[in-house]
């Protein structure tokens, strides 16, 4: 399935590349650097780009979309005039599948429930050349690194943790379908250099600790916003001590701390990984390039120098940490979660232990979880939790239930769900989770939001490894801390856990017997993608107004919207995944999750036609109705977490021109731009507290709209009285030809067309 021409091409180019960027910047370069410098577009000049600051077009080598995204990006790319895409591309149906009795039962309901979809991501993966993985073949990201990753390669995915690949020392970024519409499009993937984040491992795992661990502790000293608009680059002995997977569980949860991406030098592990799965070719091309495939040895030497910021990290003296509740970065280490919990009132008896998920289902994961399910068999414990497995890819979960893995969990009581996202998305049909009691989860995902994976706000969940997801399973409690209590068994006896063990590799290989991949028609010409018109799920569409090119007035507030609003609470997921290919119908969760700073309260905001409070997306309809424009205002790091464009798609195609916060994510704030909306930031954070309930917003000076020039708002108070707030915003030249023409896509089919 990879492409070794591709790959062939990249590894000819990249040599001289570098070297040349080398001699532009005079001086040695980090390994990230050397991918981006060898990837930048044919039409874009090399320069000294300064990182954080400038931005460069580049190219990458192909792109992935998973079934939720995958609908928006390839509705928009048929409207992009191309007849197939210009790098090689695959689609992977993964986020519709629910987690409810059994992997089989589920992925049938799945098909029944969901065909509509899948057969529109078929049909229009084989019209235009595009790789489809079908339903039950995997996770997207567990399926990229098994397939298509590679040292040295650049690769864009609408989804944010595609970073997963950096395991096998790829650039890989998650993005919006809109940027990946762009790639397939043959345009240039514009972004803003990334700064550098050196994280130096020292010493090597062992006992209890995995390298989830070292992401959950990386969590904790950058927080949710702490890797933003930078390259994570992990480095040092304790590096390459960790498997290509354990690379991969890392990279992954890069986006946990908003990092761009997250990236590991080419080393032995990426080959005996690459070997494992088919590309020893691969692993010898690389090989050979070695050198060009890691920092130059100036940047070992003299880290402080080549990274804007540098941590540390011992891995001898790591301890297992477990991180949440409702955030990925509030890390406590496993002693300390006794003291912790208690204080913060922690619900302390787990209900259910979910392992697997694109982040945590190597076999490496499930070899060491499984050695602590085989001890509470062996030990004669009682399982005190529901416990529950999501196999990463079918080849993962063939060789697990080949090689025994699968019986032992279910010895334990454990449950094996479908190939797919399934509770790591919300896609997790829980019995009694209606209820919306307080309760604890702990599981190997990557993200534990409030009703991420359940729906239930009152749902605790803790992420941590595997191995301490089993292990607490088990104990049944949050503080149980396997290095140091004991459990009882059915003996009565007093019996410990011994640490995990495992496998990096199976030895026997991987085995698959259906990987569920399909190719596309070499002439798609034929291929004919149909849309029923009244068809709730998929809805063609239309391109979004030009801007008029007067200032905008008169937009009322729809929300001032309090603390945390990801992307989750713009576009919720959950039950709502099934309209992402429609996007009126998805625009009814427009913001139904964010909290109005006015009342506290959530989908409660005030419609300042009645003067009556109502739920934010039939306001904003009201609002359209009437012909007038609206404003959302936001916190810090507004729009953090998913890729999905919808976030940006619903409030513009509901009328809302502008969202104006204190900060945003990355991928959020390009996808309001490739989307014609004005994604805006207060000059002066404090200025937030002057927007009140009743406000009119009017933009003074947007016919002036210049990259690296500040725009005036004047905001109306009900009073009469008034504010001119000044407003900071990132549109360059090009950005800014996207907001007038209405959306980036309106201008890539005037090129194409
Ligand atoms: Fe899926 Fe969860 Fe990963 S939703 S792609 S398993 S983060």
């Known amino acids: 399935m990879f492409d070794a021409d591709l790959i062939k091409k990249v590894y000819e180019q990249m040599p001289n590349r570098v070297e040349k960027a080398k001699k532009k910047l005079k ?45 928006m990006a390839l509705l928009q790319f048929m409207n992009s005039g191309k007849e197939t895409t210009s790098v090689p591309s695959t689609v992977h149906c993964d986020h519709l599948i629910q ?72 650039i890989a970024i998650g993005v919006g379908g809109a940027d990946a519409v762009d790639v397939m499009a043959g345009m240039p993937w514009e972004l803003k250099m990334p700064k550098l984040i050196g994280v130096k491992l020292t010493g090597k795992l062992n006992g209890w600790t995995a390298p989830k661990d070292i992401i959950l502790k990386v969590a904790g000293i950058l927080t949710v916003k702490g890797g933003t608009g930078a390259i994570v680059e992990y480095f040092g002995e304790g590096a390459e001590s960790l498997s290509a997977t354990g690379k991969g569980t890392i990279c992954n949860m890069g986006a946990e701390v908003g990092a761009t991406t997250s990236i590991f030098a080419y080393d032995d592990s990426m080959e005996r990984y690459l070997q494992a799965t088919g590309r020893a ?67 302390l008896d787990v209900s259910v232990g979910l392992i697997g998920s694109c982040t945590n289902s190597s076999y490496e994961d499930i070899s060491r979880a499984s050695s602590i399910a085989k001890q509470a068999v062996d030990k004669g414990l009682k399982v005190k939790s529901e416990f529950t497995i999501t196999p990463g890819s079918e080849q993962v979960r063939y060789t697990i239930e080949r090689d025994g893995y699968i019986n032992t969990f279910e010895q334990m009581g454990g449950k094996v769900f479908a190939n797919a996202c399934g509770p790591c998305i919300g896609q997790w049909a829980r019995p009694g ?69 495992g496998f990096e590799l199976p030895v026997n290989g991987f085995e698959v017997k259906d990987a569920g991949y399909q190719a596309p028609a070499k002439d798609g010409s034929q291929v004919n993608v149909s849309v029923e018109p009244d068809s709730k799920r998929l809805q ?53 999750g964010a909290v109005n700073a006015f009342n506290n309260e959530s989908n409660k905001v005030k419609n300042q036609l009645t003067g009556e409070y109502g739920e934010v997306p039939a306001v904003q309809r009201d609002y359209k109705a009437n012909n007038i424009p609206t404003v959302i205002v936001g916190d810090h790091n507004y729009g953090e977490g998913s890729s999905r464009e919808h976030a940006a798609m619903e409030p513009r195609h509901l009328g809302v021109k502008a969202v104006i916060v204190k900060s945003f994510a990355r991928i959020h704030e390009t996808n309001l731009k490739k989307q014609g909306m004005l994604g805006l930031t207060f000059a002066n954070e404090a200025d937030y507290d002057l927007i009140q309930e009743n406000d009119t917003f009017n933009f003074v000076d947007l016919e002036s709209f210049a990259p690296e020039k500040q725009l005036t708002v004047e905001v109306v108070h009900a009073d009469g009285s008034k504010d001119a707030i000044k407003l900071n915003h990132t549109y360059n030249a090009q950005q800014i030809e996207w907001f007038k023409a209405g959306s980036a896509l309106n201008l890539i089919r005037k090129q194409n067309i």
């Open 540 to 592: 063609l569409l239309e391109p979004f107004a030009a801007w008029n090119g007067k200032n905008i007035s008169g937009a009322k507030l729809l929300i001032k919207a309090l603390g945390k609003c990801t992307t989750d609470h713009i576009s919720m997921a959950g039950p709502w995944l099934r309209f992402r290919g429609h996007l009126d119908n998805i625009s009814n969760n427009l913001l139904i």
């Open 433 to 501: 989770a209606e209820k919306n009691e307080k309760n604890t989860i702990v599981h190997s995902f990557n993200r534990n939001f409030s009703k991420r994976n359940d729906g239930n706000p009152n749902t605790h969940a803790f992420v941590t490894s595997p191995e301490l997801v089993t292990a607490l399973a088990i104990s049944g409690r949050l503080d149980f801390n396997p290095i140091e209590d004991t459990l009882v068994n059915d003996k009565g006896e007093k019996v410990k856990l011994d640490p995990p063990t």
């Open 99 to 170: 987690a409810h009795i059994d992997g089989k039962t589920d992925l049938s309901t799945s098909f029944n429930v969901n065909r509509e979809v899948f057969d529109f991501l078929e049909s229009v993966s084989n019209k235009y050349g595009i790789g489809f993985w079908k339903p039950g073949a995997g996770i997207i990201h567990q399926v990229v690194l098994e397939n298509y990753a590679f040292p040295g390669g650049m690769m864009i995915g609408t989804d944010s943790h595609t970073p997963n690949a950096g395991g096998l020392g790829m």
């Open 27 to 71: 001086r040695p370069l980090t390994y990230a650097e050397k991918i981006l410098y060898a990837h930048l577009f044919e039409t874009q000049t090399l320069e000294t780009f300064g990182r954080g600051k400038d931005y460069v077009d580049f190219a990458p080598d192909r792109v992935a979309m998973q079934d939720a995204t995958a609908q």
């Open 281 to 347: 070719e691969v692993a010898e091309m690389a090989k050979e390039l070695k050198d060009v495939l890691s920092p130059d040895p100036e940047v070992y030497e003299n880290p402080e120098k080549y990274y804007d910021q540098l941590i540390e990290i011992n891995l001898s003296e790591l301890e297992p940490h477990i991180n949440g509740p409702f955030t990925p970065d509030l890390a406590t280490p496993v002693s300390e979660m006794k003291k912790v919990a208690e204080k913060n009132g922690w619900p």
